[in-house]
């Protein structure tokens, strides 16, 4: 027999968590990674709340249209087009079809290059995003190095569209064009250069998840037979704008781990080339330094 010892009922699980029990379940029958987590994003969405008030909405008060969404992820359609918005570090974006949405991996990638910025003796640090997408890194590192001047530049027509509702009020400078032949003005005087470029082997296609896969523009995805592509062309473009001692920072496959820090070799100007683990301790990001003369 169930004993009581507060003299009360207890109180009868609400509606909306009993309806996010099992929606959870579905995500989760579905491959969805994190069921629990879009469930609840899911339900905070569609109630106008936050993730931690659901227990705040009354039974009379439940939306229906929760199904709607959940059977959109369900289809593996990314949480973040169903809500419009995307958390990375201390920001909130806007995202949807067309532009890349920020994955977590890249917080650690622009943690790294923020505790490099900041320990450089440099007033006014100049930073270079390339491949910009969102804005999700320019505007992280100009929110979180204040004194920084942040530039950054995306080839996409579609991803741009949300770059600028991102950057709108900010103090980053944001260009069109190719980031191979970007920002010649700049030659010669950047502080750092960070890129969180395409990166998937075409050979992979089939491995990714049906969320990048299908809804990601391939343009942000895939770089040639290896996905070393267009990081080669970065490493010429970082090796331009940076000063000497400047350092770079490309985000990579865990795949490639060992592969991209030979790209920037001494032979063609580098030194301190390294790869850095993410925080499941698989080889992320390189990083190098523009020989000194």
Not at 20 to 34: E, F, H, K, M
Not at 66 to 84: C, K, N, S
């Amino acid at each position: 027999m169930q004993q009581n010892f507060g003299g009360r009922p207890p109180s009868p699980r609400s509606l909306l968590l009993t309806e996010v029990a099992q929606a959870t379940r579905r995500l989760a029958d579905a491959g969805v990674p994190s069921p629990r987590h879009d469930a609840e994003e899911l339900a905070a969405f569609v109630h106008g709340v936050r993730r931690g008030e659901l227990h705040t909405v009354k039974d009379a008060d439940f939306d229906a249209r929760y199904w709607e969404v959940v059977a959109r992820r369900e289809a593996r359609e990314p949480l973040q087009h169903i809500t419009g918005r995307a958390y990375f570090r201390y920001l909130e974006l806007q995202v949807g079809p067309g532009v890349f949405v920020p994955r977590p991996e890249t917080e650690s990638v622009v943690g790294w290059a923020i505790d490099a910025v900041r320990a450089m003796d440099v007033v006014e640090p100049c930073i270079v995003d390339l491949c910009t997408g969102s804005g999700a890194i320019a505007l992280a590192m100009a929110q979180e190095v204040p004194r920084s001047r942040v530039y950054a530049v995306e080839l996409s027509e579609e991803a741009l569209v949300w770059a600028r509702k991102n950057m709108e009020g900010s103090r980053v400078e944001l260009r069109h064009g190719d980031a191979r032949t970007a920002f010649p003005d700049l030659d010669g005087q950047v502080d750092l250069v960070i890129s969180n470029p395409p990166y998937i082997p075409l050979t992979e296609w089939e491995h990714v998840a049906p969320e990048a896969r299908d809804h990601d523009p391939e343009m942000a995805l895939f770089s040639g037979e290896d996905g070393l592509d267009l990081i080669r062309g970065l490493e010429r473009t970082a090796h331009r704008l940076l000063r000497p001692g400047g350092i770079v920072v490309v985000e990579h496959a865990d795949t490639q781990g060992g592969q991209v820090p030979w790209i920037f070799a001494e032979e063609r100007g580098w030194a301190d080339a390294a790869d850095h683990p993410d925080l499941n301790n698989r080889p992320r990001f390189a990083t190098a330094r523009k020989a000194l003369p």
